[in-house]
């Protein structure tokens, strides 16, 4: 309920002037702030709405939101001083910030989980042990911190650290305590049983949506695979023709990521529930289907968290998708912003900041 | 020259509607639709929205909506800014773009002009180095880099000028991009310039006035100013449409609110509406100014008379 496709619209104005009841001179605000200039793909103004039933505490007068691409041109503007917080970073320029602008890098945790889908609607992926070996050959522990630098945490299980409802020891496969060579010697293992050797290896494409972070993961996920009997082909695309193809199951391993819309585990859950328009691997399995369900439907708040962790259990004990690591927020705050709260949402609320000048 | 005139528009028509027409099919062709993103919707909507957009009818019927809408000057909604129709968004983008454009463009130009007059006159002499390596920096550095570094220096390090984004009637803000977007074309301009000028110092016509005791100063205002031009009015027809195609990057570092940064976000988003929108715009543009330039071209050389 707190989505913003709940929000309460203001009756009157919509009865008034219909879908312009978005436009500035009609739209009514009781939040904090209100918008007065609204250039779209540029930025829009906001200033303190007088009315807002906290505006004592309301320390800044005006906002002004940029939307820009160019991510080496907006750290350029933040370092001339003319944006106090930008809400991504360069990563490739990461390391730069961290010694040349100390403490104003915030790299935290985010609810989000980065994985690939594998389709298991015809072969080869729809054998669970081909799925579990590409699984293991997978070193999670490099991604974050080495390939992509910012320290992403790897990702074992489908529901990340921090999120709320879930109490309780988050979900480890069994396999995590063994070593990675170990792991890769099951892994090969498991081709092997499968039908696959050097002489005749797995022939797998790779799709990701072009981007220089999805291509370093899968160059180097394409070298794990190496080694277990898999020849891997690349492919990438346009983000809208790459989520096309997942859509039409045209694909072998898809990049995919996840961001939630609210905290709760039901939102990740729901990605794997049959017949949902976001299953890209389209994973099926009515046991799994039945605990989701339940969980929605059951009031108690520790119930429901055992329910959700059994869901869990069984569509990772299948590897119904391998995801790889969880997603962290990144934002670059001036030092005269005081207030920025970190949070696993990355909310952070005009509001309750306050400059100095 | 007036029926010149008429008969130049009324070609230009078949044009326009030929370009339109294969925008519209080839943008349809291309896999990957506006509303195919990390979150499908869910099929009931879908079926709302694809309907509200015309995109469940024929390509046929789609693209006759399309043209009735044109004839009334109604580009359609846009669906990546699905709050504006493209009129709006154009409007609110095309001023910036025009100012910027024809700013640097003129600017441009008459750099070019001058720095290429004076390299010829000096040829091979040291004011003639420099300004051709300081002109031919703008063709050898790539916009996206010499904009980023002008925004380091000037914005970042030394602070003598606004790093980005635009306010109203300011004019700092429109320096750095002016001068990113200007500095390459005026670098062809001189180039030409420079040797037009020094083949036309070189005529006989020229050398008659100078023996005939004309001084040198209205002898190149009067005679060789005109028909060495005429290399560099052909070239400002195409080197318009560089200029145009430069102003999207420019656009996209400096955070300007111009018409560049929709062409190229309605691309990737797939909004029909908006991609043909802005191809008729910069269409339009570039026809105009082609007519302007030929016409601009009868009259520095009288040689050329249109029928």
């Known amino acids: 309920m707190t989505h913003y496709t709940s929000y309460p619209v203001p009756k009157h104005v919509v009865d008034k002037v219909g879908n312009d009841w978005v436009k500035l001179n009609n739209i009514v605000a009781n939040g904090a702030y209100k918008p007065t200039e609204w250039v779209p793909g540029s930025y829009i103004h906001s200033v303190k709405n007088p009315d807002y039933y906290d505006a004592k505490d309301v320390k800044i007068d005006d906002v002004y939101y940029y939307v820009l691409e160019d991510q080496t041109a907006s750290l350029n503007r933040y370092r001339a001083g003319e944006f106090d917080i930008m809400t991504d970073l360069p990563t490739d320029q990461y390391q730069w910030i961290q010694s040349n602008l100390p403490g104003q890098s915030h790299v935290k945790p985010f609810l989000g989980v980065y994985y690939y889908v594998m389709n298991q609607t015809k072969p080869p992926l729809n054998n669970k042990n081909i ?13 974050g911190p080495d390939v ?89 695309s346009e983000t809208r023709v790459h989520y096309d193809a997942l859509e039409q199951a045209d694909f072998q391993v898809g990049r995919a990521g996840w961001l939630l819309d609210y905290n709760d585990p039901d939102n990740m859950l729901q990605l794997l529930e049959t017949g949902n328009g976001n299953n890209y691997g389209r994973y ?74 | 020259m007036l029926a010149y005139t008429l008969r130049r528009i009324l070609s230009a028509l078949p044009v326009v509607f030929i370009a339109v027409t294969v925008s519209f099919f080839i943008m349809r062709l291309a896999p990957g639709g506006p509303f195919d993103g990390e979150r499908a919707l869910p099929p009931e909507v879908m079926v709302n929205v694809r309907a509200h957009y015309h995109l469940d009818q024929p390509i046929l019927t789609q693209y006759l909506i399309y043209l009735d ?217 570039i026809l105009i100014l082609n007519l302007a330039v030929d016409l601009l071209y009868a009259w520095l050389d009288p040689r050329v008379r249109y029928r």
């Open chain 1, 131 to 143: 799925r579990e070996a590409l699984s293991l050959a997978v070193n999670r522990e490099v991604i």
């Open chain 2, 69 to 285: 809408g044109l004839i009334h000057g109604d580009f359609g909604p846009s669906m990546a800014f699905y709050d504006h129709t493209v009129t709006q968004l154009m409007l609110i983008g095309l001023p910036f773009t025009l100012t910027l454009g024809s700013i640097a463009f003129l600017l441009a130009t008459a750099v070019g002009i001058v720095a290429g007059v004076l390299a010829a006159l000096y040829q091979n002499k040291w004011p003639d180095y420099v300004l051709v390596l300081a002109v031919m920096l703008g063709v050898i550095v790539p916009n996206f880099l010499m904009g980023a570094l002008l925004q380091l220096f000037f914005g970042v390090y030394l602070k003598w000028l606004p790093a980005g984004g635009w306010e109203t009637g300011s004019i700092s803000h429109l320096i750095m991009p002016v001068v990113v977007l200007a500095w390459p074309h005026a670098a062809r301009i001189s180039r030409l310039m420079r040797g037009a000028m020094i083949e036309v110092l070189g005529t006989n016509y020229v050398r008659t006035a100078r023996s005939k005791g004309i001084g040198a100063q209205l002898v190149l205002v009067r005679h060789a100013l005109k028909p060495a031009l005429i290399p560099v009015v052909s070239y400002l027809g195409p080197g318009l449409s560089y200029l145009l195609t430069g102003s999207l990057v420019v656009e996209q570092i400096f955070g300007l609110p111009g018409i560049g940064k929709y062409f190229i976000t309605a691309a990737l988003d797939r909004d029909y509406g908006l991609v043909l929108g802005t191809t008729i715009l910069y269409m339009f543009i």
């Open chain 1, 148 to 236: 992509l630098g910012t320290g992403e945490l790897p990702a074992y299980g489908w529901l990340p650290p921090g999120i709320a409802n879930f109490d309780g020891t988050p979900y480890h496969p069994s396999w995590e305590e063994l070593s990675y060579d170990d792991r890769v010697a099951k892994a090969k293992k498991l081709m092997e049983d499968a039908g696959y050797s050097d002489a005749n290896p797995l022939k797998l494409q790779l799709k990701y949506n072009t981007n220089d972070n999805h291509k370093r993961i899968a160059v180097a996920i394409a070298a794990m695979w190496k080694p277990i009997h898999v020849e891997v082909e690349l492919f990438n």
């Open chain 1, 284 to 357: 099926s399995n009515p046991q799994y289907d039945a605990l989701v369900k339940e969980e929605r439907n059951t009031l108690d708040l520790k119930a429901r968290s055992v329910i959700m962790h059994k869901a869990e259990a069984i569509a990772m004990d299948d590897f119904a998708t391998l995801p790889i690591y969880f997603y962290v927020s990144k934002n670059v705050v001036s030092p005269k912003v005081h207030g920025f709260v970190d949070n696993a949402q990355d909310i952070h609320r005009t509001r309750y900041l306050s400059m100095t000048p």
